[in-house]
């Protein structure tokens, strides 16, 4: 940069002339170790959520297979009783199944949702697909809304419909959980052999036959 003064010139030192600070060879490596150690103490735990994720969700499918092969085996689950002589028993267990699934979908959202966000965070990428996939991940509305959006800027199209579908596959499963597994209440008729006494003639007996006035006087 130069400055004119009284018909002389003189140059001041602009930003590019000025001597940046030298990062001393001695700190550099430790400063590099101290960021290698922070991501292994990041990349732990990120790969047990990983893990726990993958276990849910293979456990979750190992279920359904266990359930379609048992009702494929002539409706093996038909032989299984349980004797309750309360219905609010049956109501209770159904109801208790029911949960079980809600719960579980509920945990299960949690865990890929936040892995998801955190791999979208950690990944380059601009700032509009940052915004439409954390959008998308507020539930099924947000991720068809997020989806149509995709139509006028498509920054992310793939990971949206991903999540749509991801959060479309737990709904159908909230509303088929109800139907899975069923107790049905019956009435099971068990024939048994009791001693009996005939308190009135059979039909080859006469009944005008019978004295009648000794019968009224025994009553």
């Not at 092969?69 to 409706?75: D, F, G, P, T, Y």
Request: with cysteine.
């Amino acid at each position: 940069m130069y400055h004119s003064f009284g018909g002389k010139t003189s140059s001041s030192p602009s930003l590019g002339d000025i001597p940046l600070p030298q990062m001393d060879t001695a700190v550099a490596p430790l400063l590099q170790d101290s960021v290698n150690q922070d991501d292994n103490a990041n990349k732990q735990p990120r790969n047990l959520w990983r893990f726990f994720c993958y276990f849910l969700h293979l456990f979750l499918v190992a279920l359904h297979i266990v359930l379609l092969v048992i009702s494929a085996l002539n409706h093996a689950e038909h032989r299984i009783t349980l004797p309750f002589d309360n219905e609010a028993l049956t109501t209770g267990l159904s109801g208790g199944l029911q949960a079980f699934y809600i719960l579980y979908t509920a945990l299960l959202v949690f865990v890929t949702q936040s892995l998801a966000l955190s791999a979208t965070f950690s990944s380059p990428k601009n700032l509009t697909q940052i915004h439409d996939i954390c959008a998308a991940w507020s539930g099924l509305g947000a991720a068809l809304s997020t989806l149509w959006s995709q139509t006028k800027v498509a920054s992310s199209v793939w990971s949206v419909v991903l999540v749509a579908v991801y959060f479309a596959c737990v709904s159908v499963l909230h509303v088929a959980s109800s139907t899975i597994m069923q107790f049905q209440p019956f009435n099971h008729t068990i024939t048994r052999m009791v001693p009996a006494v005939a308190t009135w003639p059979g039909p080859s007996v006469n009944l005008s036959a019978l004295d009648w006035s000794t019968a009224i006087e025994f009553c």
